[in-house]
Every structure is written in structure tokens, then in C-alpha cells.
């Protein structure tokens, strides 16, 4: 490189090229034989002042994404939860089901042996006895679709709690004790949108820290030694150099902008506030949806806890029923017709009471879904034996 500059520069500089060592000052008489070692110990720091505030929010931000994700972590568990729960629940209804069609296929046996005697002794009507005998066909029949209804909710059941096996549901009902109470406000979905929000709003203020200068403290402590004295003079030793004897400092204060960015500072900041205000609507929409979820759920809860009270009022009026036909019966007033479509009739109203209990407490469920919160209903609820 061949290079000329002004008497403000240091006399022997040259630009930098690459592989080639830095050298400055006059050309020395020194030759190759002539070395010496010189040697630099350096602390440098640079303080970054509007970086501390940049970093700052930007820190802001990032923790309030990290909220985000773990309401939307939450959420997933909730609705997790909630499907096991109502895989559960839909099997013990099943299993509920089951139970009541067993014993109307008890009481269809006892009217085909009872028929079956009174016949044989020509006291009632051949006729009687092939309708006792469909009676329990049927009664069979609604057993195993009741049995069949059972395996497929077992199965589902497995599907949602990750077995590989059926699993079977308890015969223990859980009536719930009270309605749930009616806050929604903590429900994970609104947290996380709550959250988003906040940390569009906190990305927004990092952006706007493009358009501030960029001001660093920037400082050095360095030590230097060298085996050539100032008159260019070689030390007798190679290795007078390599002590660092000599301290030297240095502080200075570096202000840049971004004169330049304009147009990417600019696009930032457009594309910052597009954020904030589609979170704020995410926000508005998750709130609607967890509110109508919560209201759809509270009068599914107040219709299933009617059906449920007029479902054992239609239990007891079967039973009843059944009672005053099989009277007749023995009395000789009536056809086994009657006794027949009053077990059947006693059947569907066991069914309709068992299930309609358990279908209570899944409405129930719904609202601690809606709520936000499965625990709720846990600590409403007590155990209580299958009806």
C-alpha cells in the first residue's frame, strides 16, 4: 500500500488490510534480528443509557407474552380436564342406564314365571304367556343396547384420561350441592387475551424508542509495556516487553441516530399499533364468547335440575303404577297387557331418573367450564349413591 495524510495523523499509519499487523510511526533502523515483545492488558466497558430503557420494556414485553402462553396454557388444560370429566360422567350415565335395564329385565323373568304358572293351571290365557315371554325379549334386548352404550362410553372414557384400556366409571354418582357461583373474570381465555393485549401494548413502546438517539458512556483501562524505549531503541532482552507496566484510561460519550431507519421505525410502529388494536379486539371477542358460553350453561343447568325433579316425580307415579296393575292382575281384573307396559313404562323411569341426575351434574360442569374453573365444582360437590 502506498498512502499519504496530514501531520494530524500519526506518521507510518496505513489502512487496515487484512493479514497485514497495524503499524504506526516513523520507519525504525531495527533489523529482523532486532525484535522485541510488547504486550496490552485492557478493561473496556460501554454503558448503553437509552439501551437501559429499551431493555427494560422490552423485558416488560416479554414477560407479559410469558403470561399469555401460560393462560393459553391453562385454557388447554381446562379443556382437558373438561373432557375427561364428561367422558366420565357420560359412562356413569351409561352405566346408570344399564342398571335400570337390568332390572327390568328382573322384573320380566318374575312376570313370565308368574304368567307361566297361572297359565299352566288355566287360569289365565295362553295368550298371556306369549306376551310375557316378548316382554322379556324386549327387556333383553334394551339390555344389551344398554351394555353395548356402556362399552363405547368406556372406551371414550379411555380415549380422554390416555389409557389403553377401557376404564370402567364408578356406580357412585356425585350430586352437585349448590349452583356455582357466577364470575367468569378469571376464566384462562380472558386472562390470556388480557395478556396479549398488555404485551402488544408493551412491544408498541419498544417501538416507539426507535426514533430516540442512541447514547453510550463508553470507557477503558488499559496497561501497556514494550521492549522498545521512545527513541526506538531495542532492550537488550526479548523479554522486556511483557510486562504491562505503564496504565493508561480513556471516557468518552457516543450519541448516533437513526437518521436513516426512517422508513423501517416508521413501518414498526404502524405495525405495532395494528397489533394493539387487534388485540384489544381478540380481547372483546374472547370476553363475549366466554360470556355467552357462561349464560347458554347456566340455563342448561337450570333445565337439566327440572328434568332431574320431574324425572323422580315420574319415578315414583311407575312405580305406583306398577303397583296398583300388578294388583289387579293378581285380582284377576286385568290382562298382563297392563302389568307389561306398566314394568316397561317403570323402566324408561328408572332410566330417565338415573341419567337424569348425572346429566345435572354435567350441565354443572359446563358452568364451572364456562367459570373457567373445574375446582369449583369439586368443592360444591359430595359423594352420594347412583339413583
Same mark, same amino acid.
Not at 515483545?37 to 430503557?53: D, E, H, I, M, R
Not at 288355566?122 to 324386549?138: I, K, M, N, T, V
Not at 366409571?169 to 364470575?183: G, K, N, Q, R, Y
Not at 381465555?189 to 388480557?194: D, G, N, Q
Given at each position: ?38 504486550? +496490552? ?25 410469558? $403470561? ?41 323373568? +318374575?312376570?313370565?314365571?308368574? +304368567? ?16 310375557? #315371554? ?12 344398554? /351394555?353395548? /352404550? ?5 372406551? /371414550? ?14 356406580? +357412585? ?13 378469571? $376464566? ?50 526479548? $523479554? ?134 373445574? /375446582? ?10 347412583? #339413583?
Amino acid at each position: 500500500m502506498v498512502g499519504g495524510a496530514t501531520g494530524n495523523v500519526t506518521a507510518g499509519s496505513f489502512f487496515p488490510m487484512s493479514g497485514v499487523p497495524g503499524s504506526s510511526g516513523p520507519v525504525g533502523t531495527t533489523s529482523l534480528g532486532g525484535a522485541a515483545w510488547t504486550t +496490552t492488558a485492557a478493561l473496556v466497558s460501554t454503558v448503553p443509557l437509552t439501551g437501559f430503557v429499551r431493555a427494560n420494556r422490552l423485558t416488560s414485553a416479554r414477560a407479559a407474552a410469558e $403470561h399469555a402462553a401460560e393462560s393459553g396454557a391453562d385454557a388447554i388444560r381446562l379443556d382437558v380436564a373438561y373432557t375427561a370429566a364428561a367422558a366420565y360422567l357420560r359412562a356413569m350415565a351409561a352405566a346408570a342406564a344399564q342398571r335400570a335395564t337390568e332390572a327390568g329385565v328382573r322384573r320380566a323373568r +318374575t312376570l313370565l314365571t308368574r +304368567t307361566d304358572a297361572l297359565v299352566a293351571q288355566q287360569l289365565r290365557p295362553g295368550a298371556d304367556l306369549s306376551r310375557a #315371554r316378548a316382554e322379556l325379549a324386549d327387556a333383553e334386548r334394551d339390555e344389551a343396547n344398554a /351394555q353395548r /352404550q356402556r362399552a363405547i362410553a368406556e372406551a /371414550q372414557l379411555a380415549e380422554a384420561v390416555g389409557s389403553a384400556t377401557p376404564v370402567a366409571a364408578m356406580d +357412585t354418582a356425585v350430586v352437585a350441592a349448590s349452583p356455582l357461583p357466577a364470575s367468569s373474570a378469571d $376464566h384462562p381465555l380472558i386472562a390470556e387475551a388480557k395478556d396479549a393485549e398488555v404485551a402488544a401494548i408493551r412491544e408498541r413502546d419498544v417501538a416507539a424508542l426507535g426514533w430516540w438517539p442512541r447514547l453510550d458512556v463508553v470507557g477503558a483501562l488499559w496497561a501497556r509495556g514494550s521492549g522498545i524505549a521512545v527513541n526506538g531503541v531495542v532492550a537488550p532482552s526479548m $523479554h522486556d516487553g511483557l510486562n504491562p507496566a505503564v496504565p493508561n484510561w480513556a471516557l468518552g460519550l457516543s450519541v448516533s441516530w437513526p437518521l436513516l431507519g426512517f422508513p423501517a421505525i416508521s413501518a414498526e410502529s404502524r405495525r405495532t399499533d395494528a397489533a394493539v388494536a387487534m388485540a384489544n379486539a381478540g380481547e372483546r371477542a374472547v370476553e363475549n364468547v366466554v360470556s355467552s358460553a357462561r349464560r347458554a350453561a347456566d340455563a342448561d343447568a337450570a333445565g337439566a335440575a327440572v328434568v332431574a325433579q320431574r324425572a323422580r316425580v315420574a319415578l315414583d307415579a311407575a312405580r305406583i303404577a306398577l303397583d296398583q296393575a300388578a294388583a289387579r292382575y293378581d285380582a284377576g281384573l286385568s290382562s298382563v297387557a297392563d302389568v307389561a307396559d306398566a314394568q316397561r313404562l317403570l323402566a324408561r323411569a328408572e332410566a330417565a331418573d338415573a341419567v337424569a341426575g348425572i346429566e345435572s351434574l354435567a350441565a354443572q360442569l359446563g358452568v364451572a367450564r364456562a367459570g373457567g374453573n373445574l /375446582q369449583a365444582l369439586l368443592a360444591l360437590t359430595k359423594p352420594g349413591s347412583a #339413583r
